[in-house]
């Protein structure tokens, strides 16, 4: 029967974003809700916009959940998922534990912790986490702020007045820190190092205390190309 088979959509293309309330409409015998796709979101923003000079990306590691285009992206999804009266749900986080180091370990489960809370008091009716032993700290995190079923209720109006140039909106990061040659070394780094592992079959490896997949992968070598095709120094 119509409705048997449903499933969550990820927005995680930078044109998805300006379609949501169609995309949930369509499926609408089938969706569950959408997701908060981020890294894949963040290299689609990259690539679309890789011919724009003002659209030149600072390093990666300061396009976080609070920069301004993310921050409306998920005001975005959120509002028109609660207004269709589905789920929004969060994305991944991709830290990941630390062994045999304590104080970091207790750092990176103190930046999930941050990341969850920040979703679940955007409206978020739940997430997802990058290691099987994050799923408790995300759990207790929704549990405390979130105490019914989901925020489905909630209707997070400042989602309806999202505009495009919100969308697009960059973090503005002082000239000389945006990009700087650590930053691309440490782009090739990770390139190189999923390329490897993707030879031999691996489709997600651990680096710097991250996740690393295809998407973070991708981010990193669409911003080396940008930057090179730019000319940035």
Not at 39 to 68: A, H, N, Q, V
Request: aromatic share 8%.
């Amino acid at each position: 029967p119509s409705g048997t088979i449903r499933a969550t959509v990820l927005i995680e293309t930078i044109t998805a974003s300006f379609e949501m309330e169609e995309i949930l409409y369509e499926l609408r015998e089938h969706s569950v809700g959408l997701n908060c796709g981020r890294w894949d979101y963040i290299f689609s923003f990259i690539k679309k916009l890789k011919d724009d000079p003002e659209k030149i990306t600072p390093d990666r590691s300061f396009m976080t959940m609070t920069s301004p285009f993310m921050e409306a992206y998920v005001k975005r999804l959120v509002y028109v998922c609660h207004k269709r009266g589905t789920f929004a749900m969060g994305g991944m986080s991709a830290t990941i534990p630390i062994k045999g180091d304590p104080a970091a370990n207790a750092h990176a489960i103190k930046d999930v912790q941050t990341d969850k809370l920040r979703e679940v008091l955007a409206g978020h009716d739940g997430t997802w986490v990058a290691h099987p032993a994050l799923v408790s700290v995300a759990r207790s995190i929704f549990d405390d702020h979130m105490p019914t079923l989901n925020q489905i209720s909630r209707s997070m109006p400042d989602g309806k007045h999202v505009t495009a140039a919100q969308l697009l909106e960059l973090p503005k990061i002082p000239i000389g820190k945006a990009i700087t040659s650590t930053h691309l070394k440490t782009g090739v780094l990770i390139v190189l190092a999923y390329t490897e592992a993707w030879l031999r079959g691996v489709g997600c490896i651990p680096l710097h205390h991250k996740m690393e997949d295809a998407a973070t992968a991708e981010i990193s070598r669409v911003q080396i190309w940008s930057w090179r095709y730019h000319q940035v120094k």
